[in-house]
């Protein structure tokens, strides 16, 4: 059994505070979440008494920083399910980890003519890497397109993946569209016809149990901050087959082995891939952040949110010129909400939200391809976590009412 949200949100300070005079309630969880205290403690802890550079001495504190930023790597190779931590790199985030395998593996390995095939309901992080990979090689980029209903087409998918194909690249979860696609069914099109499998997990690994391995997936990127962790660290997985024929994206201390004067050799997996100093405080608080979320459970977070969509989507589906994107039964929504009113623009539904407390982005969510499919120039959107309550999906709809009465009525 999960603690209750109520009993968890006592574990992020952030949270109990006023915005225009009313109680915060964040539903901007998937542009970043909140931290909770054991993470803040977790980055307190490494400053005032570990604070030591990794790798390079022989000192106590060298020796704690690289023993915490090791075991670091050791937790998220078990939450995610890796066979070896050589396989876990550490980057800034998912656009990072996107950037290195199309900048890395794509050297590497792609052809003049070769496809790429991602999808419509792509986050920008995990096209223009790709776009740019397709310009520099004169590969084509496909979109996989998407269904009325709002799931991937996996029809179009068995169609756009050939064996011209030499990578698909597709999110795990939509941001927008809050679906989950069927990755392993992907990577195995993929793998029929001899392409590799990436996938962009940012808004999944915070939110259920992942596997990479059961995935069968080539490449898995994510990011800390959507999970509890801090800004500026985040992980790329890849199988050791792939890392090992990759070179390096970046050059320097850190990875190297030997410098000569004309050619130098790299250390052996993860680290020839982490030049420089890394962002040893933000790993060692993403353990942090990976031990408070196993603490709690990543199928209990997945069957908490869904019990939170399935309470709050139909009450926001019943509301007169509003419309939900993506799937519109509960069950295959996930907590990322993205929605219109009839007559509003987002960003003034977001300002109204704003003023009642409710913080939720508005906008085009790095998504503007998406945006074009659904024939929309932008959405608002609610996204929840394990922490929010029935009493915060309350507010939102109550907010909701409260904006549209105000902008409709026209007495501003
Ligand atoms: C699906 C998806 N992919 C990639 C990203 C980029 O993540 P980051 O900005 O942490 O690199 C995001 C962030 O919003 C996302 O939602």
Not at 168 to 188: Q, Y
Request: glycine share 6%.
């Amino acid at each position: 059994m999960m603690k209750a949200a109520e009993e968890l949100r006592q574990d992020f300070p952030i949270l109990f505070q006023e915005v225009n005079d009313e109680p915060l309630v964040y539903l901007d969880n998937a542009a970043t979440t909140q931290k909770p205290q054991a993470v803040l403690e977790a980055l307190e802890h490494y400053y005032q008494h570990d604070n030591a550079n990794v790798h390079r001495g022989v000192h106590t504190l060298a020796e704690r920083a690289t023993h915490a930023y090791e075991a670091s790597r050791e937790k998220i190779r078990q939450f995610i399910h890796a066979k070896e931590t050589a396989e876990v790199l550490f980057t800034r985030g998912t656009t990072t980890s996107l950037n290195w395998v199309a900048k890395s593996f794509g050297d590497a390995f792609i052809k003049e003519g070769d496809e790429i095939v991602i999808s419509y309901m792509e986050h920008h992080s995990n096209i223009i890497p790709w776009q740019q990979l397709a310009k520099r090689k004169k590969a084509v980029l496909k979109y996989i397109k998407i269904t009325p209903a709002g799931y991937l087409d996996m029809a179009d998918a068995q169609k756009q993946i050939t064996d011209k194909t030499a990578i698909v690249s597709i999110a795990h979860v939509s941001n927008v569209l809050g679906v989950i696609n069927l990755v392993a069914e992907l990577a195995a099109i993929a793998h029929q016809h001899g392409a590799v499998m990436v996938v962009d997990g940012a808004q999944a690994v915070p939110h259920m149990p992942v596997d990479v391995q059961a995935l069968d997936a080539d490449f898995y990127a994510f990011s800390g901050h959507k999970m509890c962790g801090p800004t500026g660290i985040g992980v790329l997985y890849g199988k050791r087959q792939w890392l090992e024929q990759m070179e390096p994206v970046e050059f320097g201390g850190e990875m190297i082995d030997f410098v000569h004067l004309q050619e130098s050799t790299w250390k052996e997996l993860p680290w020839k891939f982490e030049a420089g100093t890394p962002n040893i405080a933000g790993a060692i608080a993403l353990g942090a952040a990976v031990d408070y979320l196993q603490a709690i459970g990543m199928e209990n977070i997945h069957n908490y949110e869904a019990e939170l969509v399935a309470y709050v989507l139909p009450k926001l589906q019943a509301i007169e010129g509003l419309t939900v994107y993506g799937p519109q039964n509960p069950q295959d929504h996930t907590g990322v909400l993205a929605f219109n009113i009839d007559g509003l623009h987002p960003h003034d539904t977001a300002t109204g939200l704003d003023m009642e407390g409710v913080a939720v982005r508005a906008g085009h969510h790095c998504a503007q391809p998406l945006l074009k499919y659904l024939e929309v120039a932008a959405t608002a959107r609610a996204s929840f976590y394990f922490y929010n309550t029935k009493a915060d999906a309350d507010k939102l709809i109550q907010a909701i009412l409260a904006t549209k009465e105000f902008f409709q009525d026209g007495n501003f």
